[in-house]
């Protein structure tokens, strides 16, 4: 008994307070500082902690020395309204976003985009009066220049209530621009828009855009991992419903992933609409078929044609819970299905009536011979695991 009360004494005098300020390779003082002063950030993995006159704290480890400015932005770049996750084919984010300060921090380096540091940032909200967003749905987001909107990650994201603090950590690239958004609970949301009945609507970019722009990622997703990645200058609906894979649908040479089709319908589709769409997948079918992740294609068939084979129209890569297109198409509207080439033995595949399928549709008729058949999707020389995904 004696050996026991002396273990939990010691264990005791080891663990730390959870109060307790740790001093980790510097000071714990900070430094306070005003916008648009140069500060040093401490190399030699040294810390730097800096206080900003509206509450805004810095908290930063570096291998390297760094000159920081950071500045108050009055104008952000980018509306509140087009807010994403940081990997949007894992994320999922709904409802209505607005901001929650009248400016925007903007973090510059003497270089471009310093990544030897990692640095925390947190800024001073103030909720009272507002009834329509909680703590738990304030967040810091960054400004993403390829979405022309703002980019939060909750993995890293953190809200100190006592404080009254949200913040981002373990940044290892923080230049740029971030704005405190808030997403409005005053209606009912839901992060996944159900199957069959669910509309995702689409915002129009601002009419001052140019011809040239780039317009704002916009990401909805439904219920069963059907999950839209958008950019459109028009407002429109989009609803997503399942199919069987009818008799015919498949082109030569491929076989289902999916177990049906996807079905993607507007009201009112104007102008250019560019998609990147993202199937669920099904670990379990995956592994039985021997289905290779980097042989995964998306085709598609247009909606005013009652019969005929789908054609490819992009490859996929394993993203999340389902397969992402590497590249984007022009459209939404069609029906769609996840396919893999059939393997050799699989390529006598006969339809349901037991005849050959004949002919083959491929997307500005990109296709090639693969064992004597001809297939689409595989050009010579590409990738079969596609680009980099981004969004």
């Known amino acids: 008994m004696m050996h026991l009360i002396l273990f939990i004494n010691t264990l005791f005098r080891i663990i730390p307070?959870?109060?307790?300020?740790?001093?980790?390779?510097?000071?714990?003082?900070?430094?306070?500082?005003?916008?648009?002063?140069?500060?040093?950030?401490?190399?030699g993995v040294s810390r730097t902690k800096l206080q900003y006159p509206d509450g805004l704290t810095i908290d930063s480890f570096s291998t390297s020395e760094h000159n920081m400015t950071i500045s108050i932005n009055n104008s952000p770049l980018a509306t509140p309204l087009f807010v994403t996750a940081i990997?949007?084919?894992?994320?999922?984010?709904?409802?209505?976003?607005?901001?929650?300060?009248?400016?925007?921090?903007?973090?510059?380096?003497?270089?471009?985009?310093?990544?030897?540091?990692?640095?925390?940032?947190?800024?001073?909200?103030?909720?009272?009066?507002?009834?329509?967003?909680?703590?738990?749905?304030v967040f810091l987001a960054k400004y993403h220049k390829e979405r022309q909107g703002w980019v939060v990650d909750f993995e890293r994201a953190t809200f100190h209530r006592t404080k009254n603090q949200i913040g981002s950590l373990g940044i290892s690239n923080p230049a740029g621009e971030y704005l405190v958004v808030g997403r409005c609970t005053n209606g009912a949301y839901n992060t996944f828009l159900?199957?069959?009945?669910?509309?995702?609507?689409?915002?129009?970019?601002?009419?001052?855009?140019?011809?040239?722009?780039?317009?704002?990622?916009?990401?909805?997703?439904?219920?069963?991992?059907?999950?839209?990645?958008?950019?459109?200058?028009?407002?429109?609906?989009?609803?997503?419903?399942?199919?069987?894979?009818?008799?015919?649908?498949?082109?030569?040479?491929?076989?289902?992933?999916?177990?049906?089709?996807?079905?993607l319908q507007t009201k009112v589709e104007k102008g250019e609409v560019e998609l990147r769409l993202?199937?669920?997948?099904?670990?379990?079918?995956?592994?039985?078929?021997?289905?290779?992740?980097?042989?995964?294609?998306?085709?598609?068939?247009?909606?005013?044609?009652?019969?005929?084979?789908?054609?490819?129209?992009?490859?996929?890569?394993?993203?999340g819970t389902g397969a992402l297109m590497t590249k984007a198409i022009i459209g939404v509207e069609g029906y769609y299905l996840l396919v893999t080439p059939e393997s050799q033995s699989m390529l006598g595949y006969q339809n349901q009536n037991g005849t050959q399928r004949e002919g083959i549709e491929c997307e500005n008729g990109n296709s090639t011979t693969v064992n004597g058949r001809k297939m689409c999707g595989l050009?010579?020389?590409?990738?079969?695991?596609?680009?980099?995904v981004e969004g």
């Not at 050009?379 to 980099?388: D, F, N, P, R, V």
Request: proline share 6%; hydrophobic share 35%; aromatic share 6%.
């Open 17 to 43: 307070r959870c109060t307790a300020d740790l001093n980790v390779g510097g000071v714990n003082e900070r430094q306070s500082v005003g916008f648009q002063s140069q500060v040093k950030i401490l190399g």
């Open 87 to 137: 990997d949007p084919s894992t994320s999922a984010l709904s409802g209505t976003w607005s901001k929650l300060s009248n400016y925007s921090y903007t973090l510059n380096f003497e270089v471009e985009d310093p990544d030897d540091l990692i640095m925390d940032i947190a800024a001073r909200i103030q909720l009272n009066g507002i009834s329509d967003i909680t703590e738990d749905n």
């Open 194 to 263: 159900p199957i069959n009945d669910g509309v995702f609507e689409v915002i129009g970019s601002p009419a001052s855009v140019s011809q040239n722009t780039i317009y704002p990622l916009q990401i909805g997703t439904w219920s069963d991992g059907t999950r839209v990645m958008v950019r459109s200058q028009e407002a429109l609906s989009i609803s997503a419903s399942l199919a069987v894979i009818s008799d015919g649908f498949l082109p030569v040479g491929y076989q289902a992933v999916g177990t049906y089709v996807h079905v």
């Open 278 to 319: 993202q199937l669920p997948t099904v670990r379990s079918r995956l592994l039985s078929h021997q289905i290779h992740p980097n042989q995964l294609h998306i085709c598609k068939r247009d909606l005013q044609d009652s019969s005929g084979p789908c054609r490819i129209v992009s490859p996929a890569v394993p993203a």
């Open 379 to 388: 050009i010579e020389g590409e990738s079969m695991t596609g680009s980099e």
